[in-house]
């Protein structure tokens, strides 16, 4: 069991960044693949990015390519999306999820365990 729980969101300008934080539950972070996901209001959620339990594969949403970064830390149980040049598209609420899927994965229904998500809102 894996108990995930979002930070950092908040209300930047057009151009502006912000690092979401995910801090992860349990002994056995590392085990875990890890993704961000999105849902905008009146959206279905969406893949945003994605890292391997290495972090040595890493998966990006086009949208987001260039300019957000997935990160990890297994010492510290915590996965990182550092979003730079935001734009007003970005807004949404992020959430970070876990998966045991063997390298990174781009599809929800591989993740078991999701949090609860932190809003980003980009004004423009």
Do not use: H, P
């Not at 990160?71 to 949404?92: G, P």
């Amino acid at each position: 069991q894996v108990q995930l729980v979002e930070s950092g969101g908040g209300l930047v300008q057009a151009g502006g960044s912000l690092r979401l934080s995910c801090a992860a539950s349990g002994r056995t972070f590392s085990r875990y693949a890890m993704g961000w996901f999105r849902q905008a209001s009146g959206n279905e959620r969406e893949f945003v990015a994605a890292i391997s339990w290495s972090g040595g594969t890493v998966y990006y949403a086009d949208s987001v390519k260039g300019r957000f970064t997935i990160s990890r830390d297994n010492a510290k149980n915590t996965v990182s999306l550092q979003m730079n040049s935001l734009k007003f598209e970005d807004t949404a609420v992020y959430y970070c999820a876990a998966t045991v899927v063997v390298g990174a994965s781009r599809y929800q229904n591989d993740y078991l365990y999701w949090g609860q998500g932190t809003q980003v809102t980009v004004s423009s």
